[in-house]
């Protein structure tokens, strides 16, 4: 049985920090990443890392940071200089096939989500 479990969040002002976790077992994954929904909205990848390494939204770039081991089930998801646009619910993602993930048609596998707020 393949689980996804999530750590982190929280409530943040703008300008802070927040890192997320992610341990998956199961299965042994090509790729992990993460996504966000924000209410209304659709999910998005916010990135991931697979066999030719990290990779990011651009939305999130230069300030967001993935990091962890696909084979060994973890993802971590370091946020610096967050702002309010950025709250949403946080899914992990994973797959076990492919070599990076483009959008959430492309996951197998997601966690349970973590919420992030960032307050102005």
């Known amino acids: 049985q393949v689980r996804l479990v999530e750590s982190g969040g929280g409530l943040v002002q703008a300008g802070g920090s927040l890192r997320l976790s992610c341990a998956a077992s199961?299965?042994?994954?090509?790729?992990m990443g993460w996504f966000r929904q924000a209410p209304g909205k659709g999910r998005e990848l916010v990135g991931g890392?697979?066999?030719?390494?990290?990779y990011y939204a651009d939305s999130v770039r230069d300030r967001f940071t993935i990091s962890g081991v696909t084979a060994d089930g973890t993802v971590n998801l370091q946020m610096d200089n967050l702002k309010p646009e950025d709250s949403a619910e946080y899914y992990c993602?994973?797959?076990?096939?492919?070599?990076?993930?483009?959008?959430?048609?492309?996951?197998?596998?997601w966690g349970q989500g973590t919420q992030v707020i960032v307050s102005s």
């Open positions: 199961g299965r042994t994954f090509t790729s």
């Open positions: 890392i697979g066999w030719s390494g990290s």
């Open positions: 993602a994973a797959s076990v096939y492919r070599p990076r993930l483009y959008t959430e048609g492309d996951v197998e596998h």
